[in-house]
């Protein structure tokens, strides 16, 4: 079972000359809610504000998404602990080309779904990860935000239809490690903590960002830099992170096996754990 609202409307269709379905002309949130509240709402609606200002879209009003979320959660009281709020922001309706619409009337659409089937393993004994061959493309004014366009990760993430991995890397046409198709990844090395540049590409994930802000409390800075495959697998701990499923540890990337879950990934997952509750 799911719920839609478009525009503030129960209905599941939108105009078919909306610009995000011509031109990926938009931006998405995808969000935990447990007990009715969304996990990390201020850092997700940080996110959106900044891509909406670096694509010039007219940022929806906050109170009525927070209004519009409410109603969607009195239609999801039936499901128990927790499910996934998921907020799309179109540029609306447009003419046939390229150029943005003289007056814009945004579409905004908010769907939600069911919490994923993860194993609980996998936040204890971590995950399974391969590199991916679909690379990311660099730009600089696209790079961070959670545009629309997101058909290197649709390549990427089918390239595997196993149960073997659970998330593959994607690099950039140099070899640099950027992100999952679906995640940030860290890495841990000589009690320092790393993580992927994103100032060319990559998503900047609202979990990455917490995690940051948590490892701070506990006594480490993370450290920006460009990671090679061969740097990646020689880390102490590696883990990735997502803002539906926190953090997972890796146990294994490509022929690079961990034995258990690092020190200092833990302590971290456990901060976390705090904070969301």
Known sequence: MTGVLINGEFKE??????????????????????????????????????????????????EIIENEIALLDKNNRDRQGHYIVKLIVTRGIGERGYRYPNKQNITRILTTHSWPNYPDEFLSKGVALRYCETTLSKNSQLAGIKHLNRLEQVLARNEWDTDEFQEGLMLTDDGHVVDGTMSNIFAVKDNMIFTPDLSLCGVEGVMRKTVVEIAKTIGFSVYEKNFTQAELEQADELFLTNSIFGIWPVRIIAKTRFTKMGIITKQIQDKLVELIK
């Open 13 to 62: 269709t939108i105009n078919v000359f909306d610009r995000g379905l011509h031109y990926g002309d938009g931006l998405f949130e995808t969000m935990a809610v447990r007990n009715g509240k969304i996990n990390l709402w201020n850092a997700h609606w940080q996110r959106l504000s900044l891509g909406c200002k670096k694509l010039s879209i007219n940022l929806p009003n906050k």
